[in-house]
């Protein structure tokens, strides 16, 4: 299905104007087929005729009418003639069409809302407290504005079998609406379901951290891709991959977002500590390596200047309490030794 733009549509306040003389004009031949067949008994069948046309003229002359249709930028309307399309109106304007034509929208009562939830409104009539009856109808049109999906987080098992919890963003707009109204049954929630599958496919290649021996790209080397490190680069993927799966359904993905991302509750607290546990492994090398060169510092020091004769057992001695002052998780309590050194 390829959509068909309707050109040189845009005459509606024309057609309104002539539908409104044409009925004023055929109220005037009521009138006077009246004033003749009253003033005139002679010209009976000509006041008779005259009215009989003017009556048909005013019956039929509002057709037309129903065939208007306003559209404010970025709107469209598939319309569809007895079950067959014949084309797409965009862009703001007056437009008249035929007026038997139908406007399709299979979407028209999904809302996607920013939380995620597809809720279904049924145009049901509502009764106020003055007995006012009101119908809402729903809107046939479709929208061509840039639009934002966010689905509900996911709980999703990353490529070593942690559950993460993840949520995105996904920028989308409709391109072809003849594909959007005809190919899928609804194309907001397909692109909902899709979305999800796609998030899903792409996930379980990645780890939530950095791990080794893991290989995201697929080219057989491993790599450091991670969910938390490379999210640019999994956004882009996501996007990738809901693309290929919505062209069928008219449908353009502008970009996909990764709003939150976060390990499930049942392992997150684990987890934490393994973070906790490693970056404290990584602060202590760094203190130990900051320690070793101080204490080799000092050594080539004191040789270099001559104060003091070392021999092994003292500089052993010697090494290990620098390292014990350098490393420690507290002050040092310093202990004179008020004898002599051997």
Known sequence: MEEKLLLNKKNGMRTLIVCILIELAAIAGIIAGGVTLEQAPQMAWLGGVLMGVSIAIAC?????????????????????????????????????VNPFCVAVNP????????????????????????????????????????????NNRQKINDCLGNPVEIGIAVMWRVVDTAKAAFNVDNYKEYLSLQCDSALRNIVRLYPYDVAP???????????????????????????DEIQARVNEAGLEVIE????????????????????????????????VDGAVGMVEM??????????????????????SNLLVVLCGNHDAQPVVNAGTLY
């Not at 546990?277 to 203190?287: F, L, V, Y």
């Open 60 to 96: 039929i002359s509002w057709i037309p009418l129903v065939g208007l249709r306003i559209l404010k930028p970025n709107e469209a309307l598939v319309l569809t003639l007895f079950g067959k399309y014949i084309g797409t109106i965009k862009g703001a304007g007056f437009y008249a």
């Open 256 to 287: 996909a977002r990764i709003t939150y991302l976060a390990y499930a509750p049942e392992i997150a607290a684990v987890m934490l500590q393994r973070q906790q546990a490693s970056a404290i492994i990584d602060a202590r090398k760094m203190i």
């Open 213 to 239: 021996g893991v290989d995201t790209t697929g080219d057989g080397i491993d790599d450091d891709g991670s969910l938390r490190g490379s999210s640019e680069i999994v956004a882009s993927r996501i996007r």
């Open 107 to 150: 979407a028209a009562q999904t809302k996607l809302n920013q939380s995620g939830d597809v809720a279904h409104k049924q145009a049901q009539p509502t009764v106020n407290a003055d007995l006012n009856i009101s119908f809402e109808i729903p809107n046939k049109k479709i929208s061509l504005k840039i639009m934002t999906l966010n």
């Open 298 to 319: 000092a050594l080539e020091r004191l040789k270099d200047n001559g104060l003091v004769q070392l021999d092994e057992e003292r500089k052993a001695a010697m090494v």
